[in-house]
């Protein structure tokens, strides 16, 4: 059986950043860092960087962090944390993804061009994601958030719209969704669209595709609460019916490999190489013997290298 992880997959430049900045910070300050959140939608990660002394805190624990390191991940937070935690006396490690605090910039100015033209500002996003509540909260205006095609209930056509995305959505979905708008509104002057959608994250799509069909079996390895995996094992299912989604080596389920000679490991951009290459190993280790086995094809090491192609 050959086994070929997918050198695309894995984190991306942002997550890059933050766990760099995690470690970085491990070996300065030992354990009084703590994370507001998961420091990246993957258990498995987490667990590695808990191990090394990170600590998962929530908004509630903020007042019993007074002179310790609160790290900021990727996803961003909302100005009214940094106020709360400068108020507390909290040392704050900001590992924003610079992409997201752009997109930050661009809801505030958004809602400023609308309030002029009594209009609203609508984004593409998963509810309650960090990177959501972060990009709602950098202003007091309410901002409409849709999901999908239901959610377009939730906008007032009678006013002007200026639709924008998280970083982590589907391309396809938010362009659909933008010319569903535009026919509502009647009046192309009244959209105003900015696809403001990571493209080192969505050109993954095309690649995973591609990936995904030239293989008997794919698994996909992401985390439960990762909304960009979410996306892309839809690209995987949609290419290779025979695509599995798993969190772990743990969940792999023996008959999905029936009449398989090959086998395809990608993931999401909150999916560590490292557990990607034990999931292959699982598999290869579990079919060891097997007719036609041609090794594993390893993922890169250097993930701030590969996200910069």
């Known amino acids: 059986m050959y086994v070929e992880i997918d050198q695309n997959s894995g984190f991306c430049f942002g997550v890059v ?169 009647g009046d192309e002057r009244m959209l105003t669209v900015d696809d403001t959608i990571c493209r080192r994250v969505s050109n993954r799509e095309h690649n995973l595709r591609a990936f995904a069909e030239r293989f008997d079996v794919v698994v996909f390895v992401c985390g439960k609460k990762s909304s960009n995996g979410k996306v892309l094992f839809d690209v995987c299912r949609r290419a290779n019916s025979r695509a599995y989604n798993i969190e772990e080596e743990g969940d792999l389920c023996d008959e999905w490999f029936d009449n398989c000679a090959s086998v395809g490991i990608c993931g999401a951009t909150s999916t560590p190489a490292w557990l990607m290459t034990r999931v292959a190993d699982a598999i290869r280790t579990r079919f060891v013997g097997t007719e036609g086995d041609g090794g594993t094809r390893e993922a890169e090491a250097d993930e701030g290298e590969k996200a910069e192609k």
């Open 17 to 185: 950043r933050a766990i760099t900045k995690a470690e970085s910070a491990l070996k300065e300050y030992g354990g009084e860092v703590c994370s507001l959140g998961d420091i990246v939608h993957n258990r498995m990660e987490v667990l590695r960087l808990e191990h090394l002394g990170l600590r998962t805190v929530t908004y509630d624990d903020m007042p019993s962090l007074s002179g310790r390191y609160l790290f900021i991940r990727a996803h961003g937070e909302p100005p009214s944390t940094f106020r709360r935690a400068a108020e507390l006396g909290i040392h704050v490690i900001d590992a924003t993804c610079p992409v997201v605090a752009q997109l930050q910039t661009k809801v505030v100015a958004a809602h400023r061009r609308m309030a002029e033209v009594g209009g609203q500002v609508v984004i593409l996003g998963k509810r309650g994601h960090a990177e959501v509540v972060g990009l709602t909260g950098q202003i007091d205006e309410p901002t409409v958030v849709i999901e999908g095609e239901d959610d377009l209930r939730l906008i007032d056509f009678t006013r002007p719209v200026f639709f924008l995305s998280q970083t982590t959505q589907s391309v396809d979905l938010f362009w659909r969704l933008a010319d569903m708008m535009r026919e509502r509104l």
